[in-house]
């Protein structure tokens, strides 16, 4: 199994995968920190001898069964963030909303990175995956109570904050036993920590304002800066990251968990559609229902070809061919760790303007195509889909070098088409929502035709060319 140490060169390209011609014992695998250890060296990771209990990862590899085990915990975090927003349809509330939603996904990226770096499923590393998937749980059970601390039971704010803590020293932990070898590491293990603990400590100090220091409005101002200033300690130390020798090990597993992720925020909006606040199961199945629920899926299809159908094999191709360390580095840290929010995000407010509309449309009481949208929820909707556009624009620039004309024309069709929406029943503003969703989606795929093709090959091409080795490998092994 392989060690960690430490090294002064940089591959100009990455190394030949293990078991393949052109790697040999003692060949050195560049290895990967996470963005936001801004004084994080290199990691270098050495064939041949081992850190035991862990193997590492290698340039060929793909997401493993346990990360997407852990990422059910996302469901159940983001339902969650859903369901709290709901309940306090605010300006404050989702402000707050947007702040845990960006803590969460803080954490997510962190094992996400562990697993470009080792194999999770192999060794030790499970144990550590289960132990950090029961600290992100009790995150994700604290989520309702993280701000406000209600009588009765533990509180709170402290154990959001001690959830935090954990999940995050857990992953600081895990890469500093990696390289523990690397003298680098070790002298520069204090700028590793101070992020976790700087936010932590901000988070917690949140937690423990005294009511009486401030009166109403101020107290949840005051905690919310606090809560900010820990969002930009950890944001701020991952942009410190350029020119510290961070690299991707695996282009396609860090494209691949990222999509994954995105698909996981694209079912808490299905589950959103399907499951009011109130429940719907008492209630009669009637026509408008079926529509609420047809348009809702149309809508989560759009967001998925939009992203899915050629953007995230553009992203991935790209992120293949770019070979020096360094660049390899910013772009992932760039259009992954941090453009990848505002897609998510846009997906988590989406899912916050469906909730309850099929309840409504299912309430025999209910005119039959439903009453206007609350203003919270008609801008959650439209602001939702508009957020996840302009994110995909922005990628698609920076990633593929195209301007996205045909998206940025449904955006400010969206924006126009607000104000109509808002007088008129909430099943025709889904109407509406779904049909601009598609014209601009339809739009982009034939503007992006003769890309589109391309890129399509590409991807078809390696799928047909790794299945091929794979059917060769175990007519011979199996």
């Known amino acids: 199994m392989p060690p960690v140490s430490g090294g002064a060169s940089r591959p100009s390209s990455p190394e030949p995968a293990p078991n393949t011609p052109g790697a040999s014992a003692g060949t050195v695998m560049p290895g990967i920190c996470h963005p936001t250890w801004s004084g994080c060296h290199t990691l270098l990771v050495v064939e041949g001898a081992g850190v035991r209990g862990v193997q590492r ?74 132990a950090t998937m029961a600290a992100a749980f009790v995150l994700a059970l604290s989520l309702p109570k993280a701000f406000t601390d209600r009588p009765g ?15 995050r020293v857990g ?12 003298r680098d590491v070790r002298r520069r293990w204090r700028m590793l920590a101070l992020p976790v603990v700087l936010a932590t400590s901000l988070i917690v100090v949140a937690a423990l304002v005294p009511q009486r220091l401030f009166d109403g409005t101020a107290e949840g101002v005051f905690r919310l800066a606090l809560w900010l200033a820990a969002l930009a300690v950890e944001y701020g130390a ?42 719907s199961a008492g209630l009669p199945l009637t026509w408008p229902a079926l529509i609420a629920a047809v348009l809702g899926i149309a809508v989560a299809a759009a967001l998925w070809w939009a992203y899915f159908d050629t953007l ?9 061919r770019t070979r020096d360390p360094v660049a390899r580095a910013a772009l992932a840290r760039d259009a992954y760790t941090y453009l990848h929010l505002p897609v998510i ?35 959650a909707l439209y602001g939702g889909v508009a957020l996840y556009l302009l994110a995909l624009i922005v990628l698609g620039r920076k990633m593929l070098a195209a301007p996205r ?8 069709l969206l924006l126009v088409l607000v104000p109509v929406a808002g007088s008129l029943p909430e099943l025709s503003a889904l109407t509406m ?46």
């Open 171 to 182: 992953e600081t932990s895990i890469f500093l036993w990696l390289g523990r070898r690397d």
């Open 405 to 412: 004309w045909p998206t940025i024309g449904g955006i400010l």
């Open 238 to 279: 991952g942009l410190a990251l350029r020119g510290t020798g961070w690299t991707v090990l695996s282009a396609g597993h860090w494209a691949e968990r990222h999509s994954q992720i995105v698909l996981i925020a694209l079912g808490e909006a299905i589950i959103a559609l399907g499951f009011a606040p109130g429940g």
């Open 153 to 167: 039971g533990l509180p709170g704010p402290l154990v959001f904050a001690a959830g935090y803590f954990l999940v």
């Open 312 to 320: 995230a094999l553009g992203m991935e191709q790209t992120l293949h």
């Open 345 to 379: 995000a846009g997906v988590i407010l989406f899912a916050l303007g469906l909730k309850g509309l099929i309840n409504d449309e299912a309430d025999v009481s209910t005119p039959n195509w439903g009453v206007p949208l609350p203003g919270f929820d008609l801008l």
């Open 433 to 478: 929502l779904a049909v601009a969703a598609w014209l601009a989606v339809g739009a982009q795929t034939i503007v992006d035709a003769q890309r589109r093709r391309g890129v399509r090959e590409v991807a078809l091409a390696e799928q047909l060319a790794v299945e091929e080795d794979q059917t060769r490998w175990r007519g011979h092994h199996l």
């Open 57 to 130: 990862s290698a340039p060929g590899s793909r997401a493993t069964r346990l990360e997407l085990f852990y990422d059910l915990i996302f469901v159940f975090a983001f339902l969650n963030v859903t369901t709290v927003t709901a309940g306090n349809p605010t300006v404050a509330g989702l402000i707050r909303c947007l702040v845990v939603l960006a803590l969460l996904w803080w954490c997510w990226t962190g094992f996400a990175v562990l697993g470009n770096l080792v194999r999770t499923d192999q060794g030790i590393v499970p144990l550590v995956g289960f």
